[in-house]
T-cell receptor, first 113, second 110 residues
Framework: DAGVIQSPRHEVTEMGQEVTLRCKPI?????LFWYRQTMMRGLELLIY????????DSGMPEDRFSAKMPNASFSTLKIQPSEPRDSAVYFC???????????FGSGTQLSVL | AQRVTQPEKLLSVFKGAPVELKCNYS??????LFWYVQYSRQRLQLLLR??SRESIKGFTADLNKGETSFHLKKPFAQEEDSAMYYC????????????FGRGTQLTVWP
C-alpha cells in the first residue's frame, strides 16, 4: 500500500481562484481527516469523515472552504475563492476504528499569491 | 480553548545531551496522549502513545495527571532526532477528537 496519497504536492495560485486538493485514503480505513498546518497555529483539524459522512466540520474556517467524500477512496477539499491567508500545508490522514493511529499523506503545499 | 500546549516552538541541544519536549494538556476526563513526529521530507507519523508505555527510538513519555503533562524525553539526543514533534490529545472515544499542539522543532547539533 502506498499509504495516503495527496495531490498535488504543490499548488501556486492567484487570489480569487478556486483550489481543489485531493486525497486517497488507505484502503479499508473508515476515517478521513483534513488538517491545515501553519507556523502560527500549528496543526488544525478542519473536518473529518466517518464512512464517507462528514462528522465534524467545525474547524472549517469559513464558507469558502468545502470538503466532500463521494466514496471510500476519494476526498476533496475545495477553497473558493482562495485568499493569501489560506497559504499553508494541507494534510489528509486516514485511520480505522478502533485504532487511534493516524496515517498522514505527504501534504499539499498551497501558496496563494 | 487551548487543549494542548507545547511551550517551545524551537529547541536546540547538542548530540549526546538529554532532551525534553514539553507538553501540557487540559482535559477533565481520562486523556489519551500521543507524540507524532515529522522528519525532514517525511510524513507525519505516530511516535508513541502513553497507553502503550513504550520506548521508541530511545524516547519515553510519562503521563502526569497531577501536572497534566506528557513530556517527551530522551537521555542522549542524536542528530537523526532532529524533527518537528507534535503532542496530541484524544478527548473521548471518537477519533475525530484528536487535537494537536503547535509543535516543537527539535534541532540536535553535532
Amino acid at each position: 500500500d502506498a499509504g495516503v496519497i495527496q495531490s498535488p504536492r504543490h499548488e501556486v495560485t492567484e487570489m480569487g481562484q478556486e483550489v481543489t486538493l485531493r486525497c486517497k485514503p488507505i484502503s479499508g480505513h473508515d476515517y478521513l481527516f483534513w488538517y491545515r498546518q501553519t507556523m502560527m497555529r500549528g496543526l488544525e483539524l478542519l473536518i473529518y469523515f466517518n464512512n464517507n459522512v462528514p462528522i465534524d466540520d467545525s474547524g472549517m474556517p469559513e464558507d469558502r472552504f468545502s470538503a466532500k467524500m463521494p466514496n471510500a477512496s476519494f476526498s476533496t477539499l475545495k477553497i473558493q475563492p482562495s485568499e493569501p491567508r489560506d497559504s499553508a500545508v494541507y494534510f489528509c490522514a486516514s485511520s480505522f476504528f478502533p485504532s487511534e493511529k493516524l496515517f498522514f499523506g505527504s501534504g499539499t503545499q498551497l501558496s496563494v499569491l | 480553548a487551548q487543549r494542548v500546549t507545547q511551550p517551545e516552538k524551537l529547541l536546540s541541544v547538542f548530540k549526546g545531551a538529554p532532551v525534553e519536549l514539553k507538553c501540557n494538556y487540559s482535559y477533565s476526563g481520562s486523556p489519551e496522549l500521543f507524540w507524532y513526529v515529522q522528519y525532514s521530507r517525511q510524513r507525519l507519523q505516530l511516535l508513541l502513545r502513553h497507553i502503550s508505555r513504550e520506548s521508541i527510538k530511545g524516547f519515553t513519555a510519562d503521563l502526569n495527571k497531577g501536572e497534566t503533562s506528557f513530556h517527551l524525553k530522551k537521555p542522549f539526543a542524536q542528530e537523526e532526532d532532529s524533527a518537528m514533534y507534535y503532542c496530541a490529545l484524544l478527548r473521548g472515544s471518537t477519533l475525530g477528537r484528536l487535537y494537536f499542539g503547535r509543535g516543537t522543532q527539535l534541532t540536535v547539533w553535532p
